[in-house]
């Protein structure tokens, strides 16, 4: 069926659908049914009226106004109604699934051990309370050591200390709030409590002095009144005469148990808080105390001396614990928090309590690990972890990058002002500089005016600015991933339906042609999209089927990249600069805009390499073309020996990994390379899709050979072989598909699956390729839908780290909250927009940066290798200061 394109960069003209020879009119000129020339009529106008008013230009500005508008309400919401993320962590959210607990608005790191005992090294916390706090108390120090368990201890103190990182944790046992509590509190906050660096003195005193000497000091410590308390409890804590760092602290049920919950009880409770708030606002001013709301109980299985603990008791000495503490609004920086988000999880999982009172093991451990990240983001600060975390000030090279689009956007007022309005009619689709795939336009493409690459930029700069203010700025909320089959296969269903949806013939049968190559790089890319934001790759059937993917886009840019060379022999440095410009352009300004290392953006340092891989295997001596090939079947075996020697040399790297972090160590290499100061994660990138490109390579080899010799059918609706042949070939193909699903099913960790990967990803990739191809009918129709996203499958990949999920992929971005439906409905809409803008925005400043002309070329690549230079050069010196500062 012929068909209509519509420009990318504007409306389509309704004009079109009122051609004699649109197919809804010659349709209408046959159909002799008054009612149906009606419907036909009808679709047509409607259709017209939607390809009219809805279009990417439309949706363009339809996105730039919701962007406006949610940075405006995300501003003012937090400037009037509070933006503290760390009140957001311990006040408020829900579970995300049995045990993964969703603070609101922000994302919750999972400490482990190490990271724990990074943070509280050289520190004392204490809990302080009754046996809820107990219960608190040991899921705290389990994420410290995950060894420890309770050990049936009962009202008394129980000291921790992991003596690796100097981390002392203690409970003490106060179940009420009375004066015992208040001295306690006290005789942190008056003067004569020994300074910590006396207690600190003591193990050092123990190497040098001896132990004598030390328990000495200590004896004479306790002889006086610094500690407040008995010889015999002393020895029982280390150290307890020393100010806490962080406090937890709370209590209630006992004052209601032992007075059968009595109003008397309750007024009582309140002075007595209203007593100890001095002391714990003296604590807040120079540490950390969090006030535990009481959790709520599971009141028919309560035993009868507790019956008298009810919700609505446990309510009221909330509220008087709310009312009272914080009272003194002049110092609010002496401020006690309030641990209430634990009592939301609670009233969800209160009925599995064994006992009605006490909270099960996994709404404790949500609880402690929310007092991990109040206490230890903004310390150790966690890219997982945003709340109570407060960004970091823009570096220099981020200010500079700032100043440059600014810049821009001012010439750019400068000679609009003074009328130099020439601009381009229309912008040539960008070439597929993945997969080498080119096809120039039908009309050379006017040149641009003086004012286009400044107006580039500054379009640029604003979508920068978008970027920083999604990843880098407290405007926008983010929350963590969570895996369910039911987020990844629905949304993968809806997608399908509505590529198949949009099938259209195909103006070209050959196989792999480019709307085909452009629809499977699509579909690849928006399962590859569903899979990062539903983090499905905690289910390794998953990830493996993913992985495939990965390795089908690299077999594309070999394949791709060796068809051009082979049939146009083109070697040109006009056509690999514009392709690294292309591949690189949005990754270097992210780089500069978002403070990240190349490496970061693994997939465009991958493909590079590979570029420059085939780039250099082709090139090289001696260079075998197809015309050249032609005149001797000797060249056939001289490609396949070039071939051969590639293989060798990826063979090679991959078993000596030594040898490999050794090259790609090497400065200024390393900076391309390095991630978090290691080459691991290139290392691993590279290894595990290591022989994909040469997969395509050799593909397109044979297939080009045997298009030459006419050995395939390649006719519209023709099987690509004969009948028996290509039945034989796609039941290969299919067994091929399931024996690899039922493979990853039954994988048992990723590590083991990960070696075979590289071996088998290419008969997955070759099933795929007969299966699409083989019969007539699926090579004549592709999907539009799968390949408009094929064409800005570069930008999505890219795009998604900072402006559809958050915190540099850890997380999803949140414009809308309380709506996740919603939320990612309009960020997937203003995300495909942008994406598609960057593509056409590199398409302009690459006519711009990347002349034809050889010596201006020259003069532009001296200019560009000075200015990396340089910026590898203050990298080192900044990363030289922060190790002088450290």
């Known amino acids: 069926m012929p068909h209509t394109t519509v420009p990318d960069s504007g409306c389509v003209d309704a004009r079109v659908y009122s051609a004699p020879d649109h197919p809804a009119v010659s349709y209408l000129s046959t159909c002799c049914h008054g009612g149906a020339k009606m419907a036909v009529l009808a679709y047509s106008l409607g259709k017209r009226e939607i390809n009219q008013y809805f279009c990417i230009k439309n949706a363009k500005l339809l996105s730039l106004a919701a962007v406006i508008l949610l940075t405006v309400f995300h501003t003012v919401s937090r400037y009037y109604g509070g933006g503290?993320?760390?009140?957001?962590?311990?006040?408020?959210?829900?579970?995300?699934?049995?045990?993964?607990?969703?603070?609101?608005?922000?994302?919750?790191?999972?400490?482990?051990?190490?990271?724990?005992?990074?943070?509280?090294?050289?520190?004392?916390?204490?809990?302080?309370?009754?046996?809820?706090?107990?219960?608190l108390f040991y899921s705290y120090i389990q994420i410290i050591d995950p060894t420890q368990r309770e050990n049936g201890?009962?009202?008394?103190?129980?000291?921790?200390?992991?003596?690796?990182?100097?981390?002392?944790?203690?409970?003490?046992?106060?179940?009420?709030?009375?004066?015992?509590?208040?001295?306690?509190?006290?005789s942190w906050t008056e003067m004569n409590v020994v300074p910590s660096g006396i207690w600190k003195l003591l193990p050092r005193m123990n190497q040098t002095c001896g132990g004598q000497q030390s328990f000495f000091l200590r004896s004479w410590l306790i002889s006086f009144d610094f500690p407040m308390m008995s010889s015999n409890e002393a020895l029982s804590l280390?150290?307890?005469?020393?100010?806490?760092?962080?406090?937890?602290?709370?209590?209630?049920?006992?004052?209601?148990?032992?007075?059968?919950?009595?109003?008397?009880?309750?007024?009582?409770?309140?002075?007595?808080?209203?007593?100890?708030?001095?002391?714990?606002?003296?604590?807040?001013?120079?540490?950390?105390?969090?006030?535990?709301?009481?959790?709520?109980?599971?009141?028919?299985?309560?035993?009868?001396?507790?019956?008298?603990?009810?919700?609505?008791?446990?309510?009221?000495?909330?509220?008087?614990?709310?009312?009272?503490?914080?009272?003194?609004?002049?110092?609010?920086?002496?401020?006690?928090?309030?641990?209430?988000?634990?009592?939301?999880?609670?009233?969800?999982?209160?009925?599995?309590?064994?006992?009605?009172?006490?909270?099960?093991?996994?709404?404790?451990?949500?609880?402690?690990?929310?007092?991990?990240?109040?206490?230890?983001?903004?310390?150790?600060?966690?890219?997982?972890?945003?709340?109570?975390?407060?960004?970091?000030?823009?570096?220099?090279?981020?200010?500079?990058?700032?100043?440059?689009?600014?810049?821009?956007?001012?010439?750019?007022?400068?000679?609009?002002?003074?009328?130099?309005?020439?601009?381009?009619?229309?912008?040539?689709?960008?070439?597929?500089?993945?997969?080498?795939?080119?096809?120039?336009?039908a009309t050379a493409a006017p040149p641009l005016s003086h004012k286009a690459p400044f107006q580039a930029m500054c379009k640029m700069g604003l979508i920068m600015a978008y970027f920083y203010l999604c990843d880098r700025a407290d405007i926008f909320m983010k929350e963590q991933k969570f895996y369910t089959h039911t987020t990844f296969f629905i949304p993968l269903i809806y997608m399908f339906v509505l590529g198949i949806f949009y099938s259209e013939n195909s103006k070209e049968t050959k196989l792999l042609n480019r709307e085909q190559t452009d629809e499977w790089k699509g579909w690849m890319q928006l399962v590859i999209l569903i899979y990062h934001i539903s983090g499905a790759s905690a289910f390794i059937p998953v990830y493996m089927h993913v992985r495939v993917l990965v390795a089908a886009y690299l077999f594309q840019t070999g394949y791709g990249?060796?068809?051009?060379?082979?049939?146009?022999?083109?070697?040109?440095?006009?056509?690999?600069?514009?392709?690294?410009?292309?591949?690189?352009?949005?990754?270097?300004?992210?780089?500069?805009?978002?403070?990240?290392?190349?490496?970061?953006?693994?997939?465009?340092?991958?493909?590079?390499?590979?570029?420059?891989?085939?780039?250099?295997?082709?090139?090289?001596?001696?260079?075998?073309?197809?015309?050249?090939?032609?005149?001797?079947?000797?060249?056939?075996?001289?490609i396949l020996v070039k071939l051969l020697g590639l293989l060798l040399f990826i063979c090679f790297f991959a078993y000596s990994q030594g040898l490999f972090e050794n090259i790609f160590s090497v400065w200024p290499v390393s900076k391309l390379f390095e991630l978090n100061g290691s080459i691991h994660e290139w290392w691993f990138r590279w290894k595990l899709d290591r022989f994909a490109i040469i997969h395509g390579m050799l593909f397109a080899c044979v297939y080009l050979v045997l298009q030459k010799c006419q050995v395939l059918s390649e006719g519209k609706g023709e099987p690509l072989f004969s009948i028996r042949i290509s039945n034989i070939l796609l039941l290969i193909s299919v067994v091929s598909f399931m024996t690899y699903s039922i493979w990853a099913s039954s994988c048992k960790n990723k590590t083991e699956c990960n070696e075979m990967h590289p071996y088998i990803s290419g008969l997955q990739i070759l099933a795929f390729i007969l299966i699409r191809n083989i019969p007539g009918y699926a090579r004549s129709l592709y999907s539009s839908f799968f390949a408009w996203f094929g064409k800005i499958s570069l930008e999505l990949f890219i795009c998604q780290y900072h402006i559809w999920l958050a915190a540099d992929t850890k997380g999803i971005l949140v414009l809308i909250p309380g709506n996740p439906s919603l939320n990612i409905i309009l960020s997937t809409f203003i995300f495909v927009c942008v994406a598609h803008e960057i593509s056409l925005i590199t398409n302009d400043l690459a006519q711009v940066a990347i002349p034809k002309d050889g010596g201006a070329l020259l003069k532009r690549l001296l200019v560009a290798g000075v200015f990396t230079l340089g910026l590898l050069l203050m990298s080192k010196s900044s990363e030289g200061n922060q190790g002088e500062g450290h």
């Open 84 to 135: 503290d993320t760390c009140e957001w962590l311990l006040s408020s959210g829900r579970f995300l699934g049995e045990n993964v607990w969703q603070p609101y608005g922000c994302m919750m790191h999972k400490y482990k051990s190490i990271e724990a005992k990074t943070c509280l090294a050289e520190k004392r916390v204490a809990f302080v309370g009754d046996s809820r706090i107990r219960q």
């Open 153 to 186: 201890r009962k009202h008394e103190n129980i000291p921790f200390e992991d003596r690796s990182s100097s981390v002392n944790v203690d409970f003490l046992w106060y179940p009420e709030v009375n004066n015992s509590l208040k001295e306690r509190l006290m």
């Open 238 to 441: 280390k150290d307890p005469s020393v100010k806490p760092d962080v406090v937890i602290i709370g209590a209630a049920t006992w004052s209601i148990k032992l007075r059968s919950g009595s109003s008397e009880a309750l007024q009582q409770y309140r002075a007595n808080l209203t007593a100890i708030s001095l002391p714990l606002e003296q604590l807040a001013e120079d540490g950390e105390v969090y006030w535990v709301l009481q959790d709520p109980v599971h009141e028919e299985v309560l035993s009868d001396n507790r019956k008298m603990i009810t919700n609505e008791q446990l309510e009221l000495y909330n509220e008087a614990a709310l009312g009272t503490l914080n009272s003194n609004k002049k110092n609010a920086k002496a401020r006690v928090r309030f641990l209430g988000a634990s009592r939301q999880a609670a009233m969800e999982t209160i009925a599995q309590s064994a006992d009605g009172l006490h909270l099960p093991e996994n709404t404790r451990n949500v609880g402690a690990m929310i007092l991990m990240n109040a206490v230890c983001n903004k310390v150790l600060r966690p890219i997982d972890g945003s709340c109570c975390q407060s960004l970091p000030a823009p570096n220099l090279l981020q200010k500079l990058t700032g100043c440059v689009f600014l810049g821009s956007a001012l010439v750019f007022l400068v000679l609009h002002a003074l009328g130099h309005n020439r601009h381009w009619k229309s912008r040539p689709t960008p070439p597929d500089v993945e997969s080498g795939e080119e096809k120039k336009p």
């Open 561 to 638: 990249h060796f068809s051009f060379f082979w049939l146009k022999g083109d070697f040109g440095l006009y056509r690999v600069c514009q392709v690294l410009f292309r591949l690189n352009f949005l990754v270097i300004v992210l780089c500069l805009v978002m403070d990240r290392p190349y490496q970061f953006y693994y997939f465009v340092p991958l493909v590079t390499f590979w570029f420059v891989i085939i780039y250099t295997t082709m090139a090289m001596w001696p260079q075998i073309l197809q015309k050249k090939a032609n005149g001797s079947g000797m060249w056939h075996i001289g």
